[in-house]
Nanobody, 125 residues
Framework: QVQLVESGGGLVQAGGSLRLSCAAS????????MGWFRQAPGQEREFVAV????????DYADSVKGRFTISRDNAKNTVYLLMNSLKPEDTAAYYC??????????????????WGQGTQVTVSS
């Protein structure tokens, strides 16, 4: 069992930055691929970024590539999402997920085993 708790969301002006954190419980954190997804009202949950268990592989949605950076600290059981140059269209609830067997399907939220409760990011224009 893995419990995830996100933090770091808030209200920011366009062009600003935020860093989201996702703290995980349990001693098997380093066995899980970790992902960030987001969901705006009335829309499906969409892939934002993923990082492999060791941190050696990352990937991003085209919409955030070059602006967002995912990282993890396995000693602290925490994954981060640094978001720069934020745009109003980045406004959404952001969720972190943990998956043990993501393979190449990491953009599919149904592949993840555990989810946090989400943190709201609002970008004003």
């Amino acid at each position: 069992q893995v419990q995830l708790v996100e933090s770091g969301g808030g209200l920011v002006q366009a062009g600003g930055s935020l860093r989201l954190s996702c703290a995980a419980s349990g001693r098997t954190f380093s066995s899980y691929g970790m992902g960030w997804f987001r969901q705006a009202p009335g829309q499906e949950r969409e892939f934002v970024a993923v990082i492999s268990p060791s941190g050696g592989y990352t990937d991003y949605a085209d919409s955030v590539k070059g602006r967002f950076t995912i990282s993890r600290d396995n000693a602290k059981n925490t994954v981060y999402l640094l978001m720069n140059s934020l745009k109003p269209e980045d406004t959404a609830a952001y969720y972190c997920g943990a998956g043990r067997d993501l393979s190449i399907y990491y953009t599919d939220y149904e592949r993840f085993d555990y989810w946090g409760q989400g943190t709201q990011v609002t970008v004003s224009s």
